[in-house]
């Protein structure tokens, strides 16, 4: 193993900052915009676009506001959906930064618009702590399609056997090791050097890390 490549949502960012539920909890409360609308008539017509950068962000979120909630601006929706939506795992971004301290590279692997990927990497600070993000909407693939592990791999110019997938998804997990990935299958109980027993040979796994606290 030469490079991480980690997923973002379910895995390095864990819902609302406040409690760490999923973003929407209390999006009709705070903006009057029902979830149940907002999926039907924006995430089940438009996200797979937007995800894959064929489609604007804003342009698609604009029609869908129209029609269900035409008070709301869609930069109002975006600033509270980011922000919102970025509950970091502190303890796996410190482990994180352990391995990258011991010569590993790591990634973001994840499928996002390139908004948020912005976001995630220069408000959430994302870039001071990884070595770089794919994502799906510069690849032109969302996982779990095999072009999307395909895409990240050529990008950062590593062989598919050199990289573990880190991600909370079966699907992406199977589909990264078809592709000649390693690939893990992050429930959040363990700590990462837990789960990456055996893939660090010669290293002394730290203490506070190996036990979780």
Same mark, same amino acid.
């Given at each position: 193993?030469?490079?991480?490549?980690?997923?973002?949502?379910?895995?390095?960012?864990?819902?609302?900052?406040?409690?760490?539920?999923?973003?929407?909890?209390?999006?009709?409360?705070?903006?009057?915009?029902?979830?149940?609308?907002?999926?039907?008539?924006?995430?089940?017509?438009?996200?797979?676009?937007?995800?894959?950068?064929?489609?604007?962000?804003?342009?698609?979120? #604009?029609? %869908? &506001? =129209?029609?269900?909630?035409?008070? @709301?601006?869609?930069?109002?929706?975006? $600033?509270?959906?980011? /922000?919102?939506?970025?509950?970091?795992?502190?303890?796996?971004?410190?482990? #994180?930064? %352990? &391995? =990258?301290?011991?010569?590993?590279? @790591?990634?973001?692997?994840?499928?996002? $618009?390139?908004?948020? /990927?912005?976001?995630?990497?220069?408000?959430?600070?994302?870039?001071?702590?990884?070595?770089?993000?794919?994502?799906?909407?510069?690849?032109?693939?969302?996982?779990?399609?095999?072009?999307?592990?395909?895409?990240?791999?050529?990008?950062?110019?590593?062989?598919?056997?050199?990289?573990?997938?880190?991600?909370?998804?079966?699907?992406?997990?199977?589909?990264?090791?078809?592709?000649?990935?390693?690939?893990?299958?992050?429930?959040?109980?363990?700590?990462?050097?837990?789960?990456?027993?055996?893939?660090?040979?010669?290293?002394?796994?730290?203490?506070?890390?190996?036990?979780?606290?």
């Amino acid at each position: 193993m030469k490079a991480l490549m980690v997923d973002v949502d379910g895995v390095l960012v864990r819902g609302r900052p406040a409690d760490g539920r999923h973003w929407s909890a209390s999006l009709e409360t705070d903006l009057g915009l029902r979830p149940e609308d907002l999926h039907r008539e924006f995430f089940a017509k438009h996200w797979n676009d937007v995800v894959i950068g064929r489609a604007k962000l804003e342009d698609r979120l #604009l029609a %869908a &506001l =129209r029609h269900i909630a035409p008070h @709301v601006t869609v930069e109002r929706l975006i $600033e509270y959906w980011f /922000a919102h939506d970025a509950c970091l795992d502190r303890r796996l971004l410190q482990d #994180l930064q %352990a &391995l =990258r301290s011991w010569g590993y590279q @790591v990634y973001l692997a994840t499928n996002q $618009e390139h908004r948020r /990927a912005q976001y995630l990497m220069g408000t959430l600070g994302l870039a001071s702590v990884v070595d770089g993000i794919q994502y799906s909407a510069q690849i032109g693939a969302k996982k779990p399609s095999a072009a999307f592990f395909e895409g990240a791999a050529s990008a950062v110019g590593l062989l598919p056997a050199d990289i573990l997938l880190i991600d909370d998804t079966l699907e992406n997990v199977r589909t990264a090791q078809a592709c000649g990935w390693q690939g893990v299958l992050w429930s959040g109980k363990e700590s990462l050097f837990d789960v990456l027993k055996g893939q660090l040979p010669g290293r002394a796994i730290p203490l506070q890390n190996s036990t979780g606290s």
